[in-house]
């Protein structure tokens, strides 16, 4: 699977990261609020070893940093890559809380999922969140991704989606 390595969306670009972002790439995974239902902060060790595999790449996973177009500043993270099911593709997404509820997770989102199911041989993408994690799940019905699947897996509920057969560039 070959994912694009850049991606512009109205108001961002998704990119590679580059090693000047290993400080902003330390905040995110670092930041309580942002892994509040992914476990919680990545231990720095793992986060070195992360940053560092991200750096390198993958082949069959997209790996983006998401700024804003107008001055560059970095916002987020969203990967897309084999889900623990081995059989679907599985995005995920991480945003600076100073960035929520403005739109760009759901514009960064909805354009990575248009470029893996436009630009790829992929014909649907999966998304696993905590059902505690209410704008995850609002953000994941905004981009018309489907709730498939309730179950119970690192201590807590999780619910997975899939986009819709008929997904069109915009929800």
Not at 77 to 104: A, M, R, V
Not at 140 to 146: D, E
Not at 147 to 159: D, N, V
Request: proline share 4%; aromatic share 8%.
């Amino acid at each position: 699977m070959e994912f694009a390595t850049h991606l512009e969306a109205d108001q961002l670009a998704l990119r590679p990261l580059a090693i000047d972002d290993a400080k902003f790439f330390d905040q995110l995974l670092s930041d309580a609020q942002v892994r509040a239902f992914l476990g919680g902060p990545v231990p720095e060790a793992q986060r070195i070893a992360r940053f560092d595999a991200y750096l390198r790449g993958a082949k069959g996973v997209g790996i983006w940093l998401v700024c804003k177009s107008l001055d560059q500043e970095p916002i987020g993270l969203i990967t897309l890559n084999q889900h623990q099911d081995g059989t679907n593709y599985e995005i995920s997404y991480e945003f600076h809380p100073d960035c929520w509820g403005k739109g760009f997770a759901r514009e960064a989102v909805n354009r990575v999922l248009q470029h893996a199911l436009e630009d790829t041989a992929l014909t649907e993408v999966i998304a696993e969140t905590q059902k505690a994690n209410h704008a995850s799940v609002r953000l994941l019905r905004t981009v018309r991704m489907i709730e498939i699947e309730q179950l119970e897996r690192y201590g807590a509920q999780q619910l997975i989606f899939i986009t819709e057969p008929d997904r069109c560039s915009e929800p």
